[in-house]
């Protein structure tokens, strides 16, 4: 299997993908996005972009869940750490993205009690353990994340826990898709879809999209030659104007996804309006908990007063995230704003655009 | 949070089982991944599994990438 990876890998693959894609180049520029920045990262790290012929660029788009939680959220979890008896719980890249007031690494070096997990199963085993503390655990992501988090709840239901809760920024990703190619400002030839998203939510979510805006869609896995090849499959599409969606992740993705993941998302909550970082608020493009499962919702249980929030004066990733400039193209980028000093949320998250940049600036 | 390297899965026990990429294991939950046996390969994110790698489907898409490389190595050498 390791040897498989390296095949995916493989530099002569590259190559010779590229010489594909450079026969089928038209005329007229093109605007592929990647939604997702794990297809950043692998974009910037193996320098997809100088394979690929003048005029057709690779655009970030708002698929790093850290960088499209809102700022609102971030001031929540900053103030309920305030609150004594309650423990915070999150995945690690949300610690330094800063709030209006701070961050929750700057909160936990003051002594919040702020723990870090790696799977949302660890909080609620750590609530289980400590039935004197209120357990809320940061539920950001979109639909790979969604059933993790619905699982976490069910498992904290069926251990009888009354003191684990979520605070849910949970997102769903083809409203956000609809928002970018409604707007006037923002070029799309065709998307590079999120290939783990996909392979719980199933191709098929993109095919009212491709339907209706006449959008070339392809699911795409995360090595190099993946990319490339759904590069290659896109341009065929823009080639015979034909605006499909088409799945080049087959090893892991089908159209119709993880019917079981899907099922437990499902039990435990409904659509719901949410605001993005970048795109304000898009209806239908959240996740709450229903009716049935309130008593795990942190919003209702702990509810917090807030000052409006504010954003770091300057920073552009909302627009690094619809696809309207490359993060060199932000006046702080590498200046003021670098990964040991963040100032956005893009230049935090391993999978946010602007922090990637950064750390393959030179390659 | 996407580990897009895909991990062995080596035990089950109830919805619970260790998987294992590059000699490091991991303990990941089943629940959202039922009908995995031991030899299986899956992504996993978050603690959970949460998609079954098609092997054929793998081997297969290798042995493209292969006549695509070879495909140009006859094209340069002509
Ligand atoms: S470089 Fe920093 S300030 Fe500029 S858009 Fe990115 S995160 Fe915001």
Redesign the interface.
């Known amino acids: ?2 040897r ?2 390296e ?2 890998r ?1 530099a ?2 590259s ?3 590229a ?2 894609i450079r026969s089928l180049m038209p005329k007229q520029e093109l605007a592929f996005m990647e939604i ?1 920045g ?1 297809h950043t990262l692998t974009a910037l790290k193996y320098g997809l972009a100088k394979l690929l012929p003048e005029g057709l660029s690779l655009k970030s788009g708002p698929g790093c ?1 850290v960088c499209v939680t809102p700022q609102r959220y971030i001031d929540t979890a900053l103030a309920l750490t305030a609150r004594p008896g309650i423990v915070v719980a999150t ?1 690690g ?1 949300m610690l330094r993205v800063p709030g209006t007031d701070g961050s929750l690494l700057e909160a936990k070096a003051r002594g919040a009690d702020i723990r870090i997990c ?5 909080a609620v085993a750590f609530a289980q353990a400590n039935p004197e503390r209120e357990v809320v655990f940061l539920g950001i ?1 979109f639909e ?2 969604a ?2 988090a619905a ?1 976490a709840v ?2 904290a239901e069926e251990r009888g826990l009354r003191n684990f809760s979520l605070l849910t920024a949970l997102k769903t990703m083809p409203a956000a898709m609809r928002a970018l190619l409604e707007s006037p400002t923002v070029r799309i030839d065709g998307f590079i879809c999120p ?2 998203v996909t ?2 939510a199933g191709g098929r979510i993109y095919e009212p999209l491709a339907d209706e805006f006449h959008v070339p869609c392809v699911v795409s ?3 190099p ?1 993946d990319m490339l090849r759904s590069i290659l499959m896109l341009l065929r599409q823009v080639r015979e104007k034909r605006g499909e969606v088409e799945n080049e992740y ?4 089908g159209r119709e996804g ?1 019917p ?2 899907r099922g ?1 998302m499902e039990r435990v909550f409904v659509p719901a309006d949410a605001v993005w970082r970048g795109l304000g608020n898009i209806p239908g493009s959240g996740l709450e908990l229903k009716v049935d499962y309130t008593r795990f919702d942190a919003d209702r249980r702990f509810p917090v007063e807030l000052p409006p929030p504010r954003e770091y004066p300057g920073c552009r990733c909302g627009d690094v995230m619809r696809g309207t400039i490359d993060p060199p193209a932000c006046p702080l980028f590498a200046r003021t704003c670098r990964p040991d000093n963040p100032l956005g949320a893009c230049m935090v998250s391993a ?1 946010g655009a602007c922090g990637i940049h950064y750390s393959y600036r030179d390659a | ?2 580990l ?3 991990m ?1 899965v080596k035990t089950i026990e109830s919805d619970k089982g260790v998987v294992e ?2 000699g490091v294991t991991y303990e990941v ?1 089943f ?4 009908d995995i046996v031991p030899g299986d ?1 899956v ?1 996993v ?4 599994a ?6 054929e ?3 297969e ?2 042995r493209l ?1 292969r006549e ?2 070879e ?3 006859k ?1 340069k050498n002509e």
Do not use: W
């Not at chain 1, 087959?250 to 993705?253: G, K, L, P, Q």
């Open positions: 299997m390791i498989y990876m095949e995916f493989s002569a693959g190559r010779a993908l010489a594909d997702c794990g869940p995945f890249d790696l799977s949302p199963l660890e992501g790979t994340t059933p993790t699982a069910i498992e290939g783990h392979a719980v896995g995360f090595e030659t087959t090893r892991v993705v993880n079981a993941a437990v999978e | 949070m996407c897009a390297i895909p062995e990429a590059g939950s629940r959202l991944l039922p390969y992504i994110h978050a603690g959970f949460i998609q079954k790698l098609d092997q489907d793998a081997a898409s290798i990438f695509i490389e495909a140009e190595g094209a």
